[in-house]
């Protein structure tokens, strides 16, 4: 598929996916949905790739949901209202889902707004790192609709139960001072570097072995869901896979040689 309304770039085993439709502050429409959705396929199937990068076109991150695709919904005919509603959502679930569960390390380079969809989107990744432009605001209550994009699962796990309440009933805007406060952003850089310095964090943070990032990301992400037992046992399942894995061997072998080379010295 080619794309338009985003753009995917591989760099010395660093994905940079970008929201691509400035104009709109990169409102995500349904056709923008298709192509996120085949690039992050293909970024989780592509072993070269180490790490992904998301970021925004222009002056915002991401609106949330676009407007006109509202305006088509409500236009639909009242018997076809729901199942249309049902429908989307399976997208935007299918979307958040691949995201989160991206088998290697991804970072949201927030670098304006980041607004509804667009801040559940950022919190759907592993690290955030924003801009002095950056801000956030689960502005589903203006709207008379519900945060759908995962926020309702992820805010909490960042700043605690009552104070996402707080800021998804009130839908209020959270400049990065406070963000960073509050533990929504992990990272601040100058708007002039920030793509630069997340796309560093990446390589660091996707230089290990891939197949234990994979494993260790997939047990972590339901941590807090599972009991101790559970994560051991899964943690157990997992290292058995490590074992058999070219970077454990290889990187075993490498520390006895080193260490039989320092022993003859």
């Not at 990272?187 to 290990?208: F, I, M, N, S």
């Amino acid at each position: 598929m080619s794309y338009t309304l985003i753009a995917l770039q591989v760099r010395d085993a660093i994905a940079t996916l970008t929201f691509n439709r400035p104009d709109k502050r990169n409102a995500m429409s349904d056709d923008m949905r298709t192509e996120f959705i085949d690039a992050l396929e293909r970024v989780a199937a592509d072993t070269a790739i180490k790490a992904l990068v998301l970021t925004g076109a222009g002056k915002g991150f991401c609106a949330g949901g676009d407007i006109a695709g509202m305006q088509k919904r409500m236009d639909a005919p009242a018997g076809e209202v729901g199942f249309n509603g049902w429908h989307r959502q399976q997208r935007v679930h299918r979307t958040q889902a691949l995201l989160h569960t991206m088998p290697k390390p991804v970072i949201a380079a927030v670098n304006g707004a980041a607004s509804g969809l667009g801040a559940d989107t950022a919190l759907a990744c592993d690290f955030i790192i924003a801009s002095e432009w950056a801000s956030f605001s689960w502005s589903y209550i203006h709207r008379g609709i519900v945060p759908d994009g995962g926020g309702m699962y992820f805010l909490p796990r960042r700043v605690g139960l009552p104070k996402a309440k707080e800021l998804i009933f009130t839908g209020r805007p959270v400049k990065v001072d406070e963000a960073l406060q509050l533990g929504i952003v992990d990272r601040q850089a100058p708007a002039d570097t920030l793509l630069a310095e997340a796309q560093a964090w990446a390589a660091e943070l996707g230089k290990g072995s891939a197949t234990a990032l994979a494993l260790t990301k997939t047990i972590l992400n339901q941590s807090f869901e599972l009991s101790a037992h559970q994560v051991f046992a899964q943690g157990s399942q997992a290292q058995g896979i490590c074992y058999t894995s070219t970077a454990h061997r290889e990187s075993v072998i490498a520390f006895l040689d080193k260490s039989a080379a320092a022993a003859k010295e």
